[in-house]
């Protein structure tokens, strides 16, 4: 059969990205010895030689359907990339991998088990003949608690739930063995006023509105702990924070952002 998509393009231009997006598999997170299972939305691209008319897309679909038979984890996804640019003979691959990650969680008084959802995505580029680029993405809930509301008021305090956005990079596949998902999302959830569960019974709910209480903070307040705590993780080259607290007595959103690069 003719293959159409090996013929001759003579447009002289270089395509940088093309590939297969929206791309939804099973799939299994290895994390610190735990595996999660969940359901992946993948976005798997390549460059094209600008005398390739086409790429071929169902060789990128076979790849992921082989590599992500087997639990995940970052050092998986540069197997990931390294095939595309063997199989597909281009000199670079970048790959997104979104999903949801839970983490168990234990109402602090009831002792009541329950499970957390948190977005995450794993994504890396890799050009070849040099070391990958991998940035693992989160956004993780929480509570705050308003400081000058607290201040002000005779009794009480507006509080809303809040979201951490972050992004992790690293250069090189070398430590991203030792990244485990769930210590990162509970160091980052521990920098709000309190804590989210998803049950509660009313011993809990009583600690939790109180501990956050006790301990109101800005979302300027969040992002700088959220920013020191970061700098703590080993081996990450740089990082993206933005802090969002759904307001509950504006029609807005309280707001902050930071990004570092450390090596």
């Known amino acids: 059969m003719t293959d159409v998509q090996n013929q001759i393009d003579t447009r002289g231009i270089k395509i940088q990205k093309t590939g297969v997006n929206s791309v939804h598999l099973p799939i299994e997170i290895s994390d610190g010895g735990k595996i999660n299972p969940a359901t992946a939305k993948i976005r798997f691209v390549v460059s094209l030689d600008e005398k390739i008319r086409g790429t071929h897309m169902s060789r990128l679909v076979e790849i992921l359907t082989e590599k992500l038979s087997e639990p995940l984890t970052p050092v998986g996804v540069e197997k990931i990339l390294s095939d595309a640019l063997e199989k597909l003979e281009t000199d670079f691959s970048e790959i997104s991998i979104a999903f949801k990650f839970f ?52 009794f009480g305090a507006h509080n809303q739930r809040s979201i951490c956005r972050v992004k992790l990079h690293f250069d090189g596949a070398d430590k991203l063995g030792e ?85």
Do not use: W
């Open 103 to 154: 983490v168990k969680k234990i109402a602090p008084v009831s002792g009541r088990e329950s499970f957390s959802d948190v977005d995450c995505e794993f994504s890396g580029e890799l050009f070849k003949g040099a070391r990958m680029k991998f940035t693992l993405s989160l956004a993780i809930p929480f509570t705050s608690l308003c400081p000058c509301s607290r201040e002000i008021s005779k």
């Open 179 to 263: 990244i485990e998902i769930e210590k990162i999302v509970r160091l980052v959830e521990s920098q709000g006023s309190g804590k989210i569960y998803p049950v509660l019974k009313r011993e809990d709910e009583k600690f939790v509105t109180e501990s956050a209480y006790q301990n109101p903070k800005f979302v300027e307040d969040i992002l700088r702990d959220v920013v020191i705590a970061l700098r703590k993780i080993e081996n990450i080259s740089g990082f993206e924070v933005e802090c969002e607290n759904f307001e509950s007595i504006h029609n807005h959103n309280a707001f902050a952002a930071h990004s570092e690069t450390l090596r």
